[in-house]
């Protein structure tokens, strides 16, 4: 099979990560995307307990075919890395292709990640990019992966919705329900009322 990978600490999931997934399914046929929360970053501290973070995800693509959520990273211990995640998935699924789902962002970010030659080995990487986006140097970067680690790079575009998870926690702490309002077209109407009932962010 053909999988995707979004990984993030999805506090909470909005629509951005959903466009994400959504545009590399259909550019590259792929035959789902899995929504793979980390447990233990190792850039991030002081997150939401996972239970509620995969709750979430599990709301959020539940009705949407060839989304699917996966625990593999949460269910590890200490730091994970994601190229320890894509070496442990081919290994136990050696017949699965993996594309790795990126912002623009991480994409000038990676070779400072954890043995990033491993993660072009076991994976190919799919970048979002976003309409502004400075063609130039994404291409730049891109070539340089490609002769440094022969890396499998493509580069995607989508409609970006400018949302973050950040806003989004800001404004439900805020208790302010327009601010509230104003967020909650960013994420489905599912994922909202469950932080409103477990009374997460404030």
């Known amino acids: 099979m053909k999988k995707g990978i979004l990984g993030g600490t999805f506090s909470p999931v909005h629509k951005g990560h959903i ?9 590259l046929g792929l035959d789902c995307v ?11 501290s002081d997150i939401l307990d996972i239970g509620h973070r995969l ?4 709301l959020c693509v539940q009705d949407v075919p060839g989304f699917e959520v996966s625990d593999f990273e949460s269910k590890r211990s200490g730091i994970i890395y994601t190229a320890d995640t894509l070496r442990l998935l081919k290994d136990m699924y050696p017949d699965d292709d993996y594309t790795f789902i990126i912002g623009g962002d991480s994409f000038f970010n ?3 990640w ?10 190919q990487i799919a970048v979002c ?8 140097k994404m ?13 499998n790079i493509k580069l995607l575009h989508f409609k970006p919705v400018d949302i973050s998870s950040n806003e989004i ?10 601010e509230i309002s104003r967020v909650s077209r960013y994420m489905p109407a599912k994922v909202l009322e469950y932080i409103k009932k477990e009374g997460l962010y404030l």
Do not use: W
């Open 110 to 112: 990676i070779t400072s």
């Open 114 to 123: 954890h043995t990033p030659e491993k993660i072009f080995e076991y994976a």
């Open 55 to 58: 709750n979430m995800l599990r």
């Open 139 to 151: 291409l730049a970067q891109k070539e340089m992966l490609e002769n440094k680690y022969d890396a």
């Open 34 to 44: 899995l929504f793979m929360p980390t447990g233990n970053p190792p850039h991030k």
């Open 19 to 27: 466009s994400m997934a959504g545009c590399a399914m259909e550019e």
């Open 169 to 178: 926690r800001r404004a439900v702490k805020s208790g302010n329900e327009n």
């Open 129 to 136: 990019i976003r309409g502004d986006a400075d063609n130039k």
